[in-house]
C-alpha cells in the first residue's frame, strides 16, 4: 500500500492496539477541482487521462496506461470540475479499469486489456473457500440502454449575432457577452467589414446614421461558451452598434437533429429466465451508435446469468492482482475487486469479486485470414 495516513493513529496500550486511517493518492486526486477550463479534440481516453492527472502534478513515471480504444471527438472539462466523476465516465465509455497498485502506480486498461490475460493465476478450490455468497439476480444484466449526447467540432460558422442596438456612450467603454448556444474551440475576431465575422458602428440606432465604425475600438476575450466584448467608443457623440456577427468553430451535439444516441438491446433468453435487469448509462464520451451496441454487447455477454459474478473470501493470496485469470468450478474470471482483511476466526483473509470471462474472436490485420487467404498490409 502506498498512501498517507489521514490522522494520528488511536493507540490503546490496554487492548494493545493501533488504529490508522490511510488513504491512497487516488483519494486526494479524486477530490482534486479543474483550476481551469479545459477542451480535448480527437484524443483517446489514455491521452485524456494522461493531461488530466498532469494537471494535478502527476508524471508520467507514475502513471502505466493502456492505449485506449475509444476516441473522444470533443471534451470540454468546465474550472471546478473535479478529477473523479470525469475519470469514471472516461473509463465507462471504454469499459476499461482505472486502479492504483500497491507500489503506488496508477494503471488504466482498455476494454481488451483483460482478454489478453491467457494465464491462470489460481485455481479456486473447495478447499479455499471459507464463504461464498448465492448469486442473485442483482448482478445480472440482460438489458442495457445506452444514451450518450457526443460533440463533434464543426466547420467555421455563425454561432452569434446581436438582434438589438447597443448605445455606446462617449468617453468609455461598453462592456457585454456573447453566450454561445454550444462550446465553441475558436472564435473569428470581429472587424470592420469582415467577410464572415464583422460589425458595424453608426449614428443611429436604426442604422441609417453615418457609418462611424472607424470610431471605436473593438477587443473580444473567448471563453468556452461565450465572449466577452469591449467597444470604446473614441469620439464625443454617442455612437451606436447596429450589427454584429460573430463567427467560430462550435462543437455541436451529434446525432440526428443533434439529439444524440440511444441504443437499447437485450438478451432474450435471460430476460426470459430472470425477467428485465437493465443497466442505464448515460456518458456523453460514447462516440457513435456502433460504439453504443459493442458496449451494450459486452455488458450483457459477461453478466447475463447467474453465475456470471461470484463474490467468496478465501485465505489471503497477497500476489493476487486486479485482472488477473482464475477459475472457479472449471470457470474463468477476472478478478474485479479484492477487499484485503484481518478477521478474528480466519486470520488474514481476501474477498474476491470475480466476474465472468467470456472470449471474442476479433479480425486482426497481418494475423487473420478472409476466405481461407491471408490478410496481410503491404
Given at each position: 500500500?502506498?498512501?498517507?495516513?489521514?490522522?494520528?493513529?488511536?493507540?490503546?496500550?490496554?487492548?494493545?492496539?493501533?488504529?490508522?486511517?490511510?488513504?491512497?493518492?487516488?483519494?486526494?486526486?479524486?477530490?482534486?477541482?479543474?483550476?481551469?477550463?479545459?477542451?480535448?479534440?480527437?484524443?483517446?481516453?489514455?491521452?485524456?487521462?494522461?493531461?488530466?492527472?498532469?494537471?494535478?502534478?502527476?508524471?508520467?513515471?507514475?502513471?502505466?496506461?493502456?492505449?485506449?480504444?475509444?476516441?473522444?471527438?470533443?471534451?470540454?472539462?468546465?474550472?471546478?470540475?473535479?478529477?473523479?466523476?470525469?475519470i469514471?465516465?472516461?473509463?465507462?465509455?471504454?469499459?476499461?479499469?482505472l486502479?492504483?497498485?500497491?507500489?503506488?502506480?496508477?494503471?488504466?486498461?482498455?476494454?481488451?486489456?483483460?482478454?489478453?490475460?491467457?494465464?491462470?493465476?489460481?485455481?479456486?478450490?473447495?478447499?479455499?473457500?471459507?464463504?461464498?455468497?448465492?448469486?442473485?439476480?442483482?448482478?445480472?444484466?440482460?438489458?442495457?440502454?445506452?444514451?450518450?449526447?457526443?460533440?463533434?467540432v464543426?466547420?467555421?460558422?455563425?454561432?452569434?449575432?446581436?438582434?438589438?442596438?447597443e448605445?455606446?456612450?462617449?468617453?468609455?467603454?461598453?462592456?457585454?457577452?456573447?453566450?454561445?448556444?454550444?462550446?465553441?474551440?475558436?472564435?473569428t475576431?470581429?472587424?470592420?467589414?469582415?467577410?464572415?465575422s464583422?460589425?458595424?458602428?453608426?449614428?443611429?440606432?436604426?442604422?441609417?446614421?453615418?457609418?462611424?465604425?472607424?470610431?471605436?475600438?473593438?477587443?473580444?476575450?473567448?471563453?468556452?461558451?461565450?465572449?466577452?466584448?469591449?467597444?470604446?467608443?473614441?469620439?464625443?457623440?454617442?455612437?451606436?452598434?447596429?450589427?454584429?456577427?460573430?463567427?467560430?468553430?462550435?462543437?455541436?451535439?451529434?446525432?440526428?437533429?443533434?439529439?444524440?444516441?440511444?441504443?437499447r438491446?437485450?438478451?432474450?433468453?435471460?430476460?426470459?429466465?430472470?425477467?428485465?435487469?437493465?443497466?442505464?448509462?448515460?456518458?456523453?464520451?460514447?462516440?457513435?451508435?456502433?460504439?453504443?451496441?459493442?458496449?451494450?454487447t459486452?455488458?450483457?455477454?459477461?453478466?447475463?446469468?447467474?453465475?456470471?459474478?461470484?463474490?467468496?473470501?478465501?485465505?489471503?493470496?497477497?500476489?493476487?492482482?486486479?485482472?488477473?485469470?482464475?477459475?472457479?468450478?472449471?470457470?474463468?474470471?477476472?478478478?474485479?475487486?479484492?477487499?484485503?482483511?484481518?478477521?478474528?476466526?480466519?486470520?488474514?483473509?481476501?474477498?474476491?469479486?470475480?466476474?465472468n470471462?467470456?472470449?471474442?474472436?476479433?479480425?486482426?490485420?497481418?494475423?487473420?485470414?478472409?476466405?481461407?487467404?491471408?490478410?496481410?498490409?503491404?
Amino acid at each position: 500500500f502506498v498512501g498517507e495516513t489521514v490522522e494520528t493513529p488511536v493507540v490503546s496500550t490496554n487492548d494493545r492496539t493501533a488504529k490508522l486511517h490511510c488513504r491512497d493518492f487516488l483519494d486526494r486526486i479524486w477530490n482534486f477541482p479543474l483550476e481551469a477550463t479545459v477542451m480535448y479534440t480527437d484524443k483517446r481516453t489514455d491521452e485524456v487521462l494522461t493531461s488530466l492527472f498532469a494537471l494535478y502534478g502527476i508524471t508520467s513515471d507514475q502513471v502505466d496506461f493502456q492505449r485506449g480504444i475509444n476516441i473522444i471527438a470533443f471534451a470540454y472539462f468546465k474550472k471546478g470540475d473535479k478529477l473523479g466523476p470525469i475519470i469514471q465516465k472516461l473509463c465507462e465509455a471504454e469499459l476499461g479499469w482505472l486502479y492504483l497498485d500497491e507500489s503506488g502506480i496508477i494503471k488504466f486498461e482498455n476494454r481488451s486489456g483483460w482478454l489478453l490475460r491467457d494465464t491462470v493465476i489460481l485455481d479456486i478450490t473447495d478447499s479455499l473457500v471459507i464463504t461464498e455468497k448465492t448469486p442473485t439476480t442483482q448482478h445480472i444484466i440482460n438489458v442495457a440502454e445506452i444514451t450518450a449526447h457526443p460533440r463533434t467540432v464543426r466547420d467555421e460558422q455563425q454561432i452569434w449575432s446581436k438582434d438589438t442596438a447597443e448605445e455606446l456612450p462617449t468617453g468609455g467603454d461598453t462592456v457585454f457577452f456573447a453566450d454561445y448556444a454550444d462550446p465553441v474551440t475558436s472564435v473569428t475576431t470581429p472587424t470592420d467589414g469582415g467577410a464572415n465575422s464583422n460589425y458595424l458602428v453608426n449614428e443611429a440606432a436604426d442604422g441609417s446614421g453615418a457609418d462611424r465604425t472607424g470610431d471605436v475600438t473593438f477587443a473580444i476575450v473567448n471563453y468556452a461558451e461565450s465572449s466577452k466584448i469591449t467597444i470604446t467608443n473614441n469620439t464625443g457623440t454617442t455612437l451606436y452598434l447596429t450589427s454584429l456577427n460573430i463567427w467560430g468553430t462550435p462543437a455541436k451535439i451529434t446525432g440526428a437533429d443533434g439529439e444524440g444516441i440511444f441504443y437499447r438491446t437485450q438478451d432474450d433468453t435471460s430476460v426470459d429466465e430472470f425477467e428485465e435487469q437493465v443497466v442505464k448509462i448515460n456518458n456523453d464520451f460514447i462516440q457513435d451508435t456502433d460504439d453504443a451496441s459493442t458496449i451494450a454487447t459486452l455488458l450483457i455477454e459477461d453478466r447475463k446469468t447467474m453465475s456470471s459474478y461470484v463474490e467468496l473470501t478465501i485465505p489471503a493470496q497477497p500476489y493476487l492482482q486486479i485482472g488477473d485469470l482464475v477459475t472457479r468450478n472449471s470457470q474463468e474470471y477476472n478478478i474485479q475487486r479484492i477487499t484485503t482483511s484481518l478477521s478474528a476466526d480466519d486470520g488474514f483473509i481476501q474477498t474476491l469479486t470475480l466476474v465472468n470471462r467470456t472470449i471474442r474472436e476479433y479480425f486482426t490485420l497481418d494475423l487473420s485470414e478472409l476466405d481461407g487467404v491471408a490478410v496481410l498490409l503491404p
